[in-house]
């Protein structure tokens, strides 16, 4: 994996002298991985290594704490990504009040010059940084501290900019396909698995529960979906549940997956879930056994879609 590095101070010299990829890199999608491989050229022709600086939190959570869930990947997806991407070091900068009011001119002079040393430096032509959004592509391009490179945006085949906002505005319409198209990887979630209500054993259909907070919301529904559990290597099927359960008023959204023939309980640990079709919306049922019967015809469906897929 690529090393991680909370912040900019002490750091080794072997991770110095970098060519840097400079963005949020939310979702690492076909537009981002554009930018990666034009900083990855660079790095080769210099000899230096390859490396990514971006933030967490995400700096959109933290000019906007109640802004609704949006994130595409969270650090450990986003990260895992990034090093799949050949990046060798990842300057994961904490967001924080200190650095949302640094200067354009102190973060490059202090943070790429000084700290990281950076040899060359890539970004889209859109990127803006330092206090109020001084810094552009020409302040860094301004710099004789390091090369710059300014990457143009990357089309899509039906002339569609790659980008996070694309991307979520597909995955709110369950739209998963398009999702892949933008992304390049089938969009998933992933967190660790809690304790639940145990309402689901109850019913023959017991369920991995997992919170969601901070993830771009998909329709609330029932889902055909693969799952991976930590410590493997086969994506198993299911169906789950996203949403609030409308019979039993949970108070937050929570992802409900009931893996095909697979009882082991594996709390603690992360399961990444990935969404392959919505099957029908969230619904309130007169009885427990209309819902038990409901669930049964889901995980008929599921198994349909997924063998279809499998085969593929």
């Not at 552009?136 to 490179?149: K, P, V």
């Not at 529960?209 to 993830?215: A, E, F, M, S």
Request: charged share 25%; aromatic share 10%.
């Amino acid at each position: 994996m690529a090393t991680v590095y909370r912040d900019s101070k002490n750091i080794p010299s072997a991770a110095q002298g970098c060519v840097l990829a400079l963005g949020n890199f939310d979702g690492v999608h076909k537009g981002h991985l554009a930018l990666i491989a034009e900083a990855a050229k660079i790095a080769k022709e210099k000899n230096a290594p390859l490396g990514v600086v971006t933030f967490e939190p995400h700096p959109r959570r933290f000019f906007q704490p109640d802004a609704p869930p949006f994130r595409l990947t969270l650090p450990p997806m986003k990260q895992r990504l990034l090093f799949e991407a050949g990046v060798e070091h990842i300057f994961e900068l904490t967001f924080d009040r200190a650095l949302a009011d640094m200067a354009a001119a102190a973060f490059i002079d202090d943070i790429l010059a000084r700290d990281l040393r950076a040899k060359h430096v890539v970004t889209g032509e859109n990127f803006m940084f330092g206090k109020a959004r001084s810094g552009n592509t020409e302040t860094l391009a301004a710099s004789d501290a390091f090369g710059f490179t300014a990457v143009a945006p990357v089309l899509s085949p039906q002339h569609q900019v790659y980008s996070s906002s694309a991307v979520r505005g597909f995955l709110k319409e369950a739209k998963f396909e398009l999702a892949e198209e933008m992304l390049g990887w089938p969009w998933q979630i992933e967190a660790a698995v809690e304790h639940g209500d145990k309402r689901g054993r109850t019913l023959g259909f017991p369920t991995i529960n997992q919170r969601v907070p901070d993830y771009v919301q998909i329709p609330y529904g029932i889902y055909a979906v693969q799952a991976l559990i930590e410590g493997e290597e086969r994506w198993r099927d299911g169906a789950a549940s996203f949403g609030i359960r409308p019979m039993f008023e949970a108070p937050a959204a929570l992802f409900e997956t009931f893996i095909f023939d697979f009882t082991d309980e594996i709390y603690g640990k992360t399961v990444r879930v990935r969404p392959v079709r919505h099957l029908r919306a969230e619904a309130r049922f007169d009885g427990i056994d209309a819902l038990v019967k409901q669930m049964k015809e889901d995980c008929i469906s599921a198994k349909a879609v997924l063998k279809s897929l499998n085969e593929q």
